[in-house]
């Protein structure tokens, strides 16, 4: 089964920007989506289709995917920020979704 | 307002049934991509089931033969059928709507509690 590798944290100082990185094996032919999760809450899409940003999610948002490798970028981080990030693909077909592992982001 | 909520969630012995519903508000289901998502406590996000507007299902191989996803068009209304139930089902499940060319999850419920056990 395919499977999406995060690293499992991710810690950036307040105002630099936070790199959260997707590993799968030829995840640059799917599109990349990643959702932000904070503590008791739904997760929230805040990239999707690699590089486009939802209404509503703030600019300092944006993605890319290429290769092996789907980044999330989180510039001029706020304490906001802080929250579980999960990758996800999806191929081409109806059942093709899969998350990532997750990755927790904290703004010392 | 343009919503998802989520109810029927609960405690269930093993091997035993439950059925979610999800009730949308602001658009109707039957044109929408739906799917089921769960969290197991502590644990990350895992995709259950799919419905496309042209009435295609699927699952994932952990549920699959056990899950059955439908829709009420009258009610607005998506549901999973649960049987069969096992201690690793127990999670938070999600209903949400698929879009950006159904590749992703655009609206997502508050989530229900399923706990499987004896």
């Known amino acids: 089964s395919y499977e999406l590798t995060q690293p499992p944290s991710v810690s950036v100082s307040p105002g630099q920007t936070a790199y959260i990185t997707c590993a799968g094996h030829?995840?640059?032919?799917?599109?990349a989506s990643w959702y932000q999760q904070k503590p008791g809450q739904s997760p929230v899409l805040v990239i999707y289709?690699?590089?486009k940003r939802p209404s509503g999610i703030p600019e300092r948002f944006s993605g890319s995917n290429s290769g092996n490798t789907a980044t999330l970028s989180i510039s001029g981080t706020q304490g906001m920020d802080e929250a579980d990030y999960y990758c996800?693909?999806?191929?081409?077909?109806?059942?093709?979704?899969?998350f990532g592992t997750g990755t927790k982001v904290t703004v010392l | 307002e343009v919503q998802l909520v989520e109810s029927g969630g609960g405690l269930v012995q093993p091997g035993g049934s439950l059925r979610l519903s999800c009730a949308a508000s602001?658009?109707?289901?039957?044109?929408?991509?739906m799917t089921w998502v769960r969290q197991a406590p502590g644990k990350g996000l895992e995709w259950v089931s799919i419905?496309?507007?042209?009435?295609?299902?699927d699952y994932a191989e952990s549920v699959k033969g056990r899950f059955t996803i439908s829709r009420d068009n009258s009610k607005n209304t998506l549901y999973l059928q649960m049987n069969s139930l096992r201690a690793e089902d127990t999670a938070v499940y999600y209903c949400?709507?698929?879009?950006?060319?159904?590749?992703?999850?655009?609206?997502w419920g508050q989530g229900t509690l399923v706990t499987v056990s004896s």
């Open positions: 949400a709507r698929l879009s950006g060319g159904e590749t992703a999850m655009s609206l």
């Open positions: 602001g658009f109707t289901v039957n044109s929408n991509y």
């Open positions: 419905v496309s507007s042209g009435n295609d299902t």
């Open positions: 030829r995840l640059g032919d799917k599109y």
């Open positions: 289709q690699d590089n």
């Open positions: 996800q693909a999806w191929g081409s077909r109806n059942g093709d979704y899969v």
